[in-house]
């Protein structure tokens, strides 16, 4: 079955360092999203992709955070500089519809620790 | 604002009971929405959506109910198992033009033996 693949599963990096994290879709999902889900707190977006293009990053934190999809394929996503409450699972989904209206795959996400 | 609710508080069901799940929301009116199951450190996996004209979808033990008047929806899981012990969210469509969806916080089901 195919997988939303993300790396990597886990980083702990200091308050104030730069991290990124990546995202390969499911093979022709051309919607591409990335949600951070605090612990106990439901998936909250974070920027949509249509292709390459950005169709939504207006809950993106843009003074620290980007997100790229340079090819409309793979997908990184970037911190700079983490901040302590930037603590939280990142999960990277793909649908085959803009819609969504065939349900999101989501990867297994990466847990991001800031000390 | 828009604003979905789902049990806060864990639900903890007898194995071969049915577990019945909340969902509901305010202030839109969503063309569909959708129920995944999350285990502890993974993402949500999609199980069903259910549409707006639609008011029951079944698949294998699970059923999906969508009251558009009541604005809720109901999830089921017959002859529950352990295995079925996850946190489970629900999400809605918030714009169609802009296929955005919101997740609700989640609700942890427990099914013990």
């Known amino acids: 079955e195919a997988e939303v693949a993300q790396s990597p599963r886990y980083k702990i990096t200091e308050k104030s360092q730069a991290v990124a994290f990546w995202c390969d879709p499911i093979?022709?999902?051309?919607?591409l999203y990335w949600y951070r889900q605090i612990l106990g707190q439901g998936p909250e977006l974070l920027v949509q992709?249509?292709?390459?293009?950005?169709?939504?990053d207006s809950q993106l934190p843009k003074d620290r955070f980007s997100a790229e999809r340079l090819k409309g394929v793979d997908s990184t996503l970037k911190i700079q500089p983490a901040e302590l409450g930037d603590s939280a699972m990142y999960l990277c989904?793909?649908?085959?519809?803009?819609?969504?209206?065939?349900?999101?795959?989501f990867g297994s996400g990466t847990r991001l620790t800031v000390v | 604002s828009q604003k979905i609710e789902q049990n806060s508080e864990a639900l903890n069901i007898q194995e071969g009971k049915t577990a019945t799940l909340t969902c509901n929301y305010t202030?839109?009116?969503?063309?569909?929405l959708q129920w995944y199951r999350q285990d502890p450190g993974r993402g949500p996996v999609f199980l069903l959506l259910?549409?707006?004209?639609?008011k029951e979808k079944r698949k294998e033990r699970l059923k999906v109910t969508f009251d558009t008047t009541l604005k809720q929806s109901l999830f089921h899981i017959t002859a529950s198992q352990p295995a079925d012990s996850a946190t489970y969210l629900c999400?809605?469509?918030?714009?169609?033009?802009?296929?955005?969806?919101?997740f609700g916080s989640g609700t942890r089901l427990s099914i013990r033996p």
């Open positions: 093979s022709g999902h051309a919607t």
């Open positions: 999400a809605l469509e918030l714009d169609s033009s802009a296929s955005k969806i919101i």
């Open positions: 992709f249509q292709d390459e293009s950005v169709v939504d």
């Open positions: 989904a793909s649908s085959s519809s803009q819609q969504g209206r065939y349900g999101y795959t």
């Open positions: 202030n839109y009116s969503p063309a569909y």
């Open positions: 259910i549409r707006e004209n639609e």
